[in-house]
C-alpha cells in the first residue's frame, strides 16, 4: 500500500510571501489531516476533513492559512503571507474514518 | 478540549537498559492511546496503540499501559537497543470518525552502546 505523498519535501520563502503544499493520502482514506511541528515540539492539529468537508479547523490561523480538499481526495495547504513563526514541517496524515492515522514525510518550511 | 501531557522530554539509557515514557491526558472520552516514533527528518511512525477496553498491549521488546481512571498511559521498551533513539510522542483521541489525535510535546530518548 503507498503511504501519504507530499510536496515539496523543503521550501525556502521570504517573509510576507505565500507558499502552498500538497498532499495525497492513502487510497481509500476519507480522513485527512494537517499538522504543524514546529522543532522541538509535537505535531499540532491544523485542519482535520472527512471527505471533502471541514470536520476541525479551530486551530487553523483562518487569517493567514487556507486548505482546501476538493475531491475528497489531494488537499492542499496554503500561507499568505507568511510569518517568521510559520517555519516548521507541515505534516499530511490520513487514516480510515478516524482509524488509525499514517503520516506523510513532511514539508519543512522555513521563512527567512 | 484534550489536553496530553509527556514526560521526561529527554531520557538517555544505555544499551540493554529499559525506558519507561509517561503520558497523562485531560479528556475522559478519549479512549484510544497510539504511540508514535519519529527518526531524525522522517514521519511519525505508529509503533503501538492501546484502546480504553484492554489495560496493557505487549509487541515484543515494546509495551502500553493504561489507567484510564488516572488517566495516565506509558510506553515501556524493554532491553534497549542504539536504533530505539528517536522522538517518541504520545497522543489521545476519542476513537470514532471526526476526532483527530492531539499529541504529547514528545520525549527525546538516546540508548548509548
Known amino acids: 500500500e503507498a503511504g501519504v505523498a507530499q510536496s515539496p519535501r523543503y521550501k525556502i520563502i521570504e517573509k510576507r510571501q505565500s507558499v502552498a503544499f500538497w498532499c495525497n493520502p492513502i487510497?481509500?482514506?476519507?480522513?485527512l489531516y494537517w499538522y504543524q511541528q514546529i522543532l522541538g515540539q509535537g505535531p499540532k492539529l491544523l485542519i482535520q476533513?472527512?471527505?471533502?468537508?471541514?470536520?476541525?479547523d479551530s486551530q487553523l490561523p483562518k487569517d493567514r492559512f487556507s486548505a482546501e480538499r476538493l475531491k475528497g481526495v489531494d488537499s492542499t495547504l496554503k500561507i499568505q503571507p507568511a510569518k517568521l513563526e510559520d517555519s516548521a514541517v507541515y505534516l499530511c496524515?490520513?487514516?480510515?474514518?478516524?482509524?488509525?492515522?499514517?503520516f506523510g514525510q513532511g514539508t519543512r518550511l522555513t521563512v527567512v | 478540549g484534550e489536553n496530553v501531557e509527556q514526560h521526561p522530554s529527554t531520557l538517555s539509557v544505555q544499551e540493554g537498559d529499559s525506558a519507561v515514557i509517561k503520558c497523562t491526558y485531560s479528556?475522559?472520552?478519549?479512549?484510544?492511546f497510539p504511540w508514535y516514533k519519529q527518526e531524525l527528518g522522517k514521519r511519525p511512525q505508529l509503533i503501538i496503540d492501546?484502546?480504553?477496553?484492554?489495560g496493557e498491549k505487549k509487541d515484543q521488546r515494546i509495551a502500553v499501559t493504561l489507567n484510564k481512571t488516572a488517566k495516565h498511559f506509558s510506553l515501556h521498551i524493554t532491553e534497549t537497543q542504539p536504533e530505539d533513539s528517536a522522538v517518541y510522542f504520545c497522543a489521545a483521541k476519542e476513537d470514532q470518525a471526526g476526532t483527530a489525535l492531539i499529541f504529547g510535546k514528545g520525549t527525546t530518548l538516546s540508548v548509548s552502546s
Open positions: 479528556d475522559s472520552a478519549s479512549n484510544y
Open positions: 476533513f472527512q471527505n471533502n468537508g471541514v470536520v476541525d
Open positions: 492501546i484502546r480504553s477496553n484492554v
Open positions: 487510497s481509500g482514506h476519507a480522513t
Open positions: 496524515a490520513s487514516s480510515r474514518s478516524g482509524g488509525v492515522a499514517f
